[in-house]
């Protein structure tokens, strides 16, 4: 049984608020779900709708569920004794509407909400879309999306294939899979949908796919970003057990389908006797009822906004800098491989902390501890375009001694042109030693010292 965090509020007086966050199955928070919200809107609209105690049956909580951009919140009928059977469960704060408002926010944040409408791309190019967000949100493993590629291109080209898919996007590397294989109990598929959900320092973000083929090399398509905690809530409510598996095996076995505990017992036994298997597909008794439970599952895809990819991941950045502290514009976010190139090529590198302060990145042993500790990355907007050169891994235009030879011209020239046409020879003398190596740029510093001391550059 899976569980989750779901918030409940109460009100004991005027300015007088409790948070209770409770940890249940996630069958029963759907069911929670399900029920009729007794307000929706803003976080003021929760607040002032909520009732004072004792005017409700104390039996009753009131929960505080994200709707899209809204909140709603909805009364539960917990059940008899409800407070004395949970009295140790998760934990509780009292305080006024302000504090306790905003430390419902941050438990949310925490869970995986980002109070804003689900995004959506329609008619897009699959793979292109995929990427940005994938490069986005996903620090490490990117690598896995590779195998994503291949699986879309072929589905996408395979007019028998499945054209519904989910896909996520993590700290840790991406997922892929065919739409009702997640709706498979005991199933790899299943297992790790569900799984990301219980690691909030994963970002995870989830989206639905539906492919319409391809044209041109290019995979077109619909992409929907999805509520994945309200999903996980349904799936667990709403998934079946597996009855048989399909193997498909290099020529001459071909297909074969076995019982699921029988290749659940003996599946190295079976690859044994039919050789190599090229693929696997998981069967249920009733293969209706499949379709139309993932049929009901795209109707949690309400409140969605239709947009740009690129707008779209420019405000993932904004948002996750917003909450360090950051207004728009101050720092361009950057993941910790970008983040470990940069301080490679000397570009400015900052660690970035939520009480809006900075620490220069001095060197890559003091990278990877921020890395260990989670810690997120930005450089200002101009050192990171500098960085967009370095990504392309192509073939420096210049030579280590022409590009020297670059620096120290620029470096002369700086000092003997007037001050108010030192801005652009200060980018080109910063472009030209960052394309330097480490030593020819601790050679050149020192020789940018003692000219700046009155010796000649020759």
Known sequence: MEYSKINALSRTGENAYGLWTLILPRELIHAIR?????????????????????????????????????????????????????????????GEREEIMERLRENLRQQGYR???????????????????????????RTDFDYDREMLLKAANDRNAHKQFFWMSR??????????????????????????GRCPSERAMAFWIELYGEKDGIVEGDIVEMDYQEHLDYLCANSLAPDRVELLFRSPNGYQIF??????????????????????????????????????????????VETQVDNYVQQLDSDRLCAYGYEAGDMALVGPQDAEKAVKQGLECFILNRDSSREPLSDV??????????????????????????????IPLFTQAEMRKIYFLALQAGMENEPGESGLLDDIIHKAECSLPQAERISARGQEQEALRGEAVR
Not at 278 to 301: C, F, M, P, S
């Open 259 to 304: 019982d699921f505990q029988e290749y659940k017992r003996d599946w190295e036994n079976i690859v044994r006797q039919y050789g190599t298997m090229e693929r696997k597909e998981y069967l249920v008794e009733n293969e209706w009822q499949l379709a139309n439970i993932a049929a009901r599952g795209r109707t949690l895809q309400h409140g969605l």
């Open 171 to 196: 700290h840790g590397g991406t997922l892929c899979f065919p739409e009702r294989s997640v709706y498979i109990e005991q199933t790899e598929q299943y297992n790790s949908w569900n799984y990301y």
């Open 365 to 394: 042993e003091e990278l990877r501890k921020a890395v260990s500790r989670k810690k997120l990355f930005g450089m200002t907007a101009r050192e990171k375009e500098i960085l967009g050169y370095f990504r392309q891994e192509c």
């Open 115 to 141: 109070f804003r409408p689900n995004a959506c791309f329609s008619h897009v190019d699959v793979l292109k879309t995929l990427q940005k967000i994938m490069e986005h949100n996903t620090s490490y493993y």
């Open 34 to 94: 399900q029920l009729e919200p007794a307000e929706s809107g803003s976080w003021e609209d929760i607040f002032e709708a909520l009732p004072m105690a004792g005017t409700y049956a104390e039996d009753t909580l009131y929960f505080v569920l994200p709707h899209s951009k809204d909140l709603w919140l909805v009364p539960g009928d917990m059940g008899k004794g409800v407070c004395a059977e949970h009295r140790f469960n998760g934990e509780s704060t009292q």
